[in-house]
């Protein structure tokens, strides 16, 4: 009896401990994520917009990573210099609009991850004043507690390479297990009570705010055991780490292996050798991704693939610059978990509709088998097998045979196929969508006896005051920034958005190729708008020029800063990367032509 005892005692131990294992993402996952912001996108990414567009990323993506949603001092702070952890208002929104945007992607099938910053941290206005929190739930009552350290022990000694202690703040933690950032304090995860706040914070995000997983930013800043410690604390479904060093391959994998896999990484090699290959066009390259990548080393599973983030694409050494289709839809056919760059989806959004949809189709998920990979000449071949066929991708120009596959979305430089016996009637589909219909308000109507004009529909988050800054190469308009406020004045609401509608004219004699609009010095401002007498613009874009109501395309949706006379757009005004192939009705220099 006594050894039958130690037998249930010993099961129930093992059983225990199963519970308790933290599978840092699940095997044979299917899933897409979608990366819903770039830099400075106040406007896209406001948690209301994003809950508007549900339905549509509901049909391709199962996780939508949003960025750190802490209140940061500021309505321009995109998050990673977080101060507050429990304050969930920011540039994208309130407490309350964050909530409802969750909620409704998760009735819709959609995880949220949350971007959790906690590498470093920002003072409220001291370099070291960190905020004490508390917050009381008003569903569950329960209370999350806050507390920091008033002798500065939660700041690594030596941070920003002792610039922290020469500006007087004799910070006493121990020595940073990872990267030192110079920026922000960095936080020493050897304390119990960083330790301690970070697994209240967590739990916060969890099971307050509705999150389902957290991508870490900075996980290089201290050492991965911590990774493990908190997730095994936080038990999220999801767990992703932003692993940038110089360290290669064994670098990201050991990162993985001392995290316990308790998280997957961003496969950062895969990244570089996208950039290597698709830049250039050279297409054999990729068949070295069984030692240049997480996905090709024995850590698919662990894997999130992408061709470029809000980091990335914000220098020119580090962005993808070419064939972004392309490479979209090769990391669509590779094993691994693919995040969809949202500036990619924007721009190439029906194409990676149909990349995502053959995907699913076949059965593709993060543990697929490649079962080809070749490299030739002047192109690249590669099948993958899926749970319910497998999916060819030809790059370039390949020999590879197509005998038992039907084309399934193709665009310039590849084709992507699926097996014979799928029915890809839903990709078909795809092309007969109708983009939302895009009405200017009243308010913005054709004006007549102004040199130039323009209308600008202000962002939420903007204060009232505008500013118009035109120019025309070296010559600006006005003397000085910001610009003026006297040409620009407000002549209504859009009734769809609520927001407030400026009207900007001027009758002088420089001319205006350019604009930007903005709420002053130190405010937020627009990308580098090419300008057009009629041109209607939101804080993210064009849509639309109230003098072409009459050619029947007035609601073209473009992105202007990158267009010319040469551009080619879909009917739905995506702009494309260049003459289309495929057959249909394009825009192109203001008129509709047919492709045959």
């Known amino acids: ?43 896209d990414t406001q948690w209301s917009t994003l809950t508007s567009q549900a339905d549509e990323l509901a049909k391709y993506y199962k996780l939508v990573w949003v960025p750190q949603s802490g209140w ?7 998050g990673y210099a977080d101060i507050y952890w429990l304050d969930q208002h920011s540039a994208f929104g309130s407490e309350a609009e964050l909530k409802k945007m969750i909620s409704t992607f998760k009735s819709k099938g959609i995880s949220t991850i949350a971007d959790v910053v906690i590498n470093h941290k920002n003072g409220k206005s001291t370099w070291v004043d960190f905020p004490n929190e508390t917050y009381t739930s008003t569903t569950t009552g329960k209370t999350y507690t806050l507390t920091w350290s008033n002798t500065l022990a939660d700041i690594c000694t030596g941070d920003d390479g002792g610039k922290t202690a020469n500006a007087g703040y004799k910070v006493c933690g121990a020595a940073d297990t990872g990267d030192d950032f110079d920026g922000a304090r960095d936080l020493d995860h050897t304390n119990t009570e960083v330790q301690n706040n970070i697994k209240t914070y967590l739990d916060f995000l969890l099971n307050e705010m509705g999150y389902s997983g957290f991508r870490y930013d900075m996980t290089g800043g201290y050492a991965p055991k911590y990774t493990k410690m908190y997730n095994e604390s936080a038990k999220p479904a ?45 297409w054999s390259l990729l068949a070295n991704y069984t030692s240049q990548s997480l996905i090709g080393s024995g850590y698919a599973q662990y894997a999130v693939t992408f061709t470029d983030n809000h980091d990335t694409y914000r220098t020119s050494n580090n962005m993808l610059k070419n ?111 109708q983009e939302p219909t895009v009405t200017l308000p009243s308010c913005a109507t054709k004006i007549t006896g102004a040199k130039y004009y323009c209308y600008f529909e202000k962002p939420s988050n903007w204060k009232s005051t505008i500013y118009a800054w035109p120019w025309s190469g070296s010559v600006n308009v006005y003397t000085k920034w910001p610009g003026s406020t006297a040409d620009i004045k407000t002549v209504g609401t859009n009734p769809e958005t609520g927001n407030t509608v400026y009207l900007w004219k001027y009758n002088g004699d420089k001319s205006v190729t350019k604009i930007i609009f903005n709420e002053g010095n130190g405010g937020s401002q627009t990308a580098d708008f090419d300008f057009k007498n009629g041109n209607y ?60």
Not at 15 to 35: E, H, I, L, N, R
Not at 243 to 258: A, E
């Open 72 to 78: 940061c001092n500021g309505m321009t702070q995109m």
């Open 1 to 43: 009896m006594k050894k039958f005892l130690t037998i249930i005692a010993v099961l129930c131990a093992a059983f225990s401990t199963k519970a308790q294992t933290v599978q840092g993402w699940p095997s044979g996952y299917d899933g897409v994520m979608f990366q819903a912001f770039y830099w400075d996108s106040y406007s």
């Open 323 to 433: 064939n972004i289709e392309a490479a979209n839809a090769y990391i669509l056919t590779m094993p691994g978990t693919p995040c969809i760059f949202m500036n990619h989806w924007k721009s190439y959004k029906k194409a990676i509709k149909k990349m995502i949809l053959a995907r699913k189709l076949a059965g593709i998920t993060n543990t697929s088998t490649v079962t080809s990979s070749k490299g030739e000449t002047s192109g690249y071949s590669v099948t993958v097998k899926g749970k319910k066929g497998s999916v060819l991708l030809c790059l370039g120009t390949t020999t590879a045979s197509t005998s038992g596959y039907q084309l399934a979305v193709e665009g310039t430089n590849y084709k992507m196929y699926v097996s014979n016996g799928i029915d890809i009637s839903s990709i078909s589909a795809v092309d007969n969508e």
């Open 238 to 282: 999801y767990s992703v780490g932003e692993y940038w060093r110089s360290d290669g391959l064994l670098g990201l994998q050991n990162w993985v292996n001392n995290t316990g896999k308790t998280s997957a990484a961003f496969d950062f090699q895969l990244k570089w050798l996208i950039n290597n290959a698709f830049n250039n066009s050279s």
């Open 537 to 596: 613009y939101t804080g993210s874009g064009y849509y639309g020029n109230v003098e072409e109501t009459t050619t029947g395309i007035s609601n073209i949706k473009a992105n202007v800063s990158t267009s010319s006379e040469d551009s080619w757009y879909s009917i739905s005004g995506m702009r494309l990367s260049g003459k289309p192939v495929q057959k249909g009705i394009y825009i192109h220099n203001g008129k509709k032509i047919a492709v045959r």
